[in-house]
Nanobody
Framework: QVQLVESGGGLVQAGGSLRLSCAAS????????MAWYRQAPGEQRELVAA???????NYADSVEGRFTISRDFAKNTVYLQMDSLEPEDTAVYYC?????????????????WGQGTQVTVSS
């Protein structure tokens, strides 16, 4: 069983900063990739940023240069530093992870989501 627990959302004024955290716990063998998605009301869930086990990153065009994704491998935690926030960044932010977990006498792939954390940026 694997769990993803997010924290760090909140209300901030435009131009401000927030830092989101997502910690993975459970029967983890290795983490292949972790990512942040967001979903605004009435919109589809979209990829914000992702980071692989080798440290490669990619970002949505809308956040490039303002957001930074990073990982702490020892803590199985991914962070999203969000700077120069804009009202358009308002959404529920979800953590996603592709993980290899222990299973019976071997292992298996697991992909799952955190519960989401609300980010609201006021103008």
């Amino acid at each position: 069983q694997v769990q993803l627990v997010e924290s760090g959302g909140g209300l901030v004024q435009a131009g401000g900063s927030l830092r989101l955290s997502c910690a993975a716990s459970g029967s983890i063998v290795s983490i292949n990739a972790m990512a942040w998605y967001r979903q605004a009301p009435g919109e589809q869930r979209e990829l914000v940023a992702a980071i692989t086990s080798s440290g490669s990153t990619n970002y949505a065009d809308s956040v490039e240069g303002r957001f930074t994704i990073s990982r702490d491998f020892a803590k199985n935690t991914v962070y999203l530093q969000m700077d120069s926030l804009e009202p358009e960044d308002t959404a529920v932010y979800y953590c996603n992870a592709a993980i290899i977990t222990t299973w019976l006498f071997g292992s298996r792939a697991w992909n799952g989501w955190g519960q989401g954390t609300q980010v609201t940026v006021s103008s």
